[in-house]
């Protein structure tokens, strides 16, 4: 479960100041899939960052129950100088998993070949989005935080991912921001709308896409 209180946030960009959240108040369920809608800009990931602990908010607080993914795909804390396999290795002990498995399951999932045993400074920017989504699932979480992964790589890839992400849902719950709103009706059984830093909460899926349409049409 994920409770936020009082929660807000502001930027100033440009001279002009951004509310990304303004007091909210939510109750994420526990093994729920919650989707997250909203204008490019609105703040999505920003939220998807103080959920992670990643991001101070300005007032509130998130309270959670069990243990939470950063956000899958997120491949920025990755060592440049570290290979592919390092790094997961690096990343199993922190959290730890059994190294030798979680090695394995990455390489199989990301399939990016002998460049598995390069540095990740010479990945392109896809091959990291995929080490980091194999690296994510690759370890068990109560909540995963999901930021647009789906819209990595390759036909294959994109079907493989939300596959597996299927499959760890139904053990888990998770909190997902995406443009795609056949994947949000697809995987999601709640979802919410972030909009001038407000967020309204719907048990309905749909109801949550007509909002999100209704003020992405304007």
Not at 73 to 85: K, P, R, W
Not at 136 to 142: E, L, Q, R, T, W
Request: glycine share 10%; charged share 25%; with cysteine.
């Amino acid at each position: 479960m994920i409770e936020i209180r009082n929660l807000s946030k502001a930027y100033v960009l440009q001279g002009r100041r951004k509310i990304v959240a303004d007091n909210i108040n939510v109750t994420f369920p526990t093994k729920t899939t919650v989707g997250l809608l909203g204008r490019n800009g609105a703040g999505k990931s920003s939220l998807l960052r103080m959920i992670a602990g990643t991001m101070d908010p300005d007032e509130g607080e998130i309270k959670i129950q069990g243990s939470i993914s950063w956000p899958v795909g997120f491949a920025g804390s990755f060592h440049g100088e570290l290979t592919g396999a390092q790094n997961t290795r690096f990343i199993g002990r922190v959290y730890g998993v059994d190294t030798d498995e979680l090695t394995a399951y990455v390489e199989d999932f990301a399939r990016l070949g002998d460049h598995f045993d390069l540095p990740v400074k010479t990945y392109s920017s896809g091959m990291r989005s995929r080490l980091a989504f194999g690296v994510s699932m690759g370890i068990s979480f109560d909540t995963y935080l999901v930021d647009e992964v789906t819209s990595v790589g390759d036909a294959g890839f994109k079907a493989r991912s939300e596959r597996v992400f299927t499959e760890r849902m139904r053990h888990s719950g998770a909190v997902v921001v995406s443009h795609s709103i056949r994947l949000i009706r697809r995987i999601c059984d709640h979802a919410a709308v972030l909009e001038d830093g407000v967020l309204t909460y719907y048990e309905r899926v749909d109801d949550a896409i007509e909002h999100h349409m209704a003020i992405t049409n304007t």
